[in-house]
């Protein structure tokens, strides 16, 4: 049993506790707290950097503040933040019914697709259960599973970096409550056809939850890319997850969203969090939804920054996966242990994988010429001409 000993050690200014911790799960210890891009405030402490000469490109964040008409419906949305948000979030659900064309009922909200991903994984979880992923993807499949005391099966991406869902197939047994589909996946850009999802969902038990998270959904550009919502309309076991932290530039409000069968929805509620989503990030979506001029602006910004530095990579004989999001994957050799350092002096956050893959995200112009030139650099390339 564990019994607190308080003892007074004169001088001090308080009882002190004997080294008994607090008891905690035994299995926390094998659960790496998520760690995040690295705040530019930290680079600029640890390396004494300007902060001025910075640029994060390590957290696939837009390089762009929130669409217009998003600045001012928060400002409004402001001024009634001494009350709890909508919990049905019922205005932003029937924006977003109607701009995706689903019933209101299937619109499923959270407090960033995080936490739709976390309520997925405990829900579907617990001791004796596995969840299949493909890996290296989105950390938050492997921290759910594990919050979930279940079992994390992580299926190594096949040679082009993308989903080998043969082999995730395989993986799935008896055990297996939830799987997890990354389209674009993160870190590697690479999307998983929508004939080869309905394929691999076609053979998935209808007991398994399939989660496709099109997290980076805007971004693709891949000629006969479709969304997987109509899937998630079809069929019961089928969960699509998006999210306004990425095109829509709103990823502080922290609101994502997801298109499911209204009964598994309601399960799924029973283990998220009340109030998650606040009525800034609410407002700010909806007003969001009625810009699509910016968006589409905002898409073909990537799009042509995202080309731009794949085919300097490519020019440069750097090995990279392609992208169809607004990040991408490449191979570094540098000198450090931790690879991510050597951008950091040269004033670049960018995210590493292990001690060889890099992933960068896609900046505005002047931010991705700062990456080139730092990746020259170390590469030991004589500057380019930009
Ligand atoms: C693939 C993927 N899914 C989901 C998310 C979560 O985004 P958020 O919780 O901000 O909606 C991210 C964030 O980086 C991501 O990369």
């Not at 530019?40 to 008409?69: M, Q």
């Not at 005391?149 to 190594?156: L, S, V």
């Not at 995730?168 to 799987?179: P, S």
Request: hydrophobic fraction near 40%; aromatic fraction near 8%; include cysteine.
């Amino acid at each position: 049993m564990v019994r607190w000993r308080d003892q007074w050690i004169p001088g001090a200014r308080r009882a002190v506790t004997s080294h008994v911790m607090p008891r905690f799960r035994s299995d926390l210890d094998v659960i790496a707290r998520y760690e995040p891009g690295r705040p530019i405030e930290e680079v600029v402490r640890e390396h004494g950097l300007d902060p001025d000469r910075i640029v994060k490109l390590a957290s696939n964040e837009s390089p762009e503040g929130p669409f217009p008409a998003a600045l001012e419906a928060m400002a409004a949305a402001g001024r009634e933040s001494n009350r709890y948000p909508d919990n049905e979030g019922h205005d932003l659900r029937v924006a977003l019914s109607t701009h995706l064309d689903v019933d209101y009922e299937n619109v499923w909200l959270g407090g960033g697709s995080s936490e739709l991903l976390r309520s997925v994984a405990l829900a579907a979880g617990g001791p004796g259960t596995s969840a299949v992923y493909a890996w290296p993807s989105f950390v938050v499949y492997r921290l759910g599973t594990l919050w979930a005391m279940a079992e994390p099966r992580q299926i190594p991406l096949d040679d082009h970096h993308a989903h080998d869902l043969a082999a995730m197939l395989g993986a799935i047994d008896d055990t297996t409550t939830v799987v997890y589909i990354c389209s674009p996946n993160n870190p590697t850009g690479t999307v998983a056809t929508p004939e080869a999802i309905e394929e691999f969902v076609d053979q998935v038990p209808d007991s398994v939850t399939v989660v496709i998270d099109e997290a980076y959904y805007e971004f693709v550009t891949a000629p006969g890319h479709r969304s997987m919502i109509p899937l998630a309309l079809d069929r019961d076991n089928v969960i699509v997850t998006r999210t306004f932290s990425k095109v829509y530039s709103l990823a502080s409000l922290r609101v994502g969203y997801a298109v499911a069968n209204p009964a598994t929805i309601a399960d799924l509620r029973r283990v998220q969090a009340p109030f998650s989503v606040t009525q800034l990030g609410q407002a700010a979506a909806v007003a969001s939804l009625g810009q699509p001029d910016v968006l589409a602006k905002r898409i073909a910004d990537n799009t042509f920054e995202r080309t731009r530095v794949l085919d300097a990579l490519t020019a440069g004989g750097v090995e990279h996966a392609g992208s169809q999001a607004n990040f991408v994957w490449f191979r570094f050799d540098g000198p450090a242990e931790d690879p991510s350092d050597a951008f950091v002096s040269h004033g670049v956050i960018v995210r590493r994988f292990g001690t060889e893959w890099i992933r960068v995200t896609i900046g505005n112009s002047e931010e991705n010429d700062r990456f080139l030139a730092a990746l020259d650099a170390l590469r030991g390339q004589p500057p380019r001409s930009i």
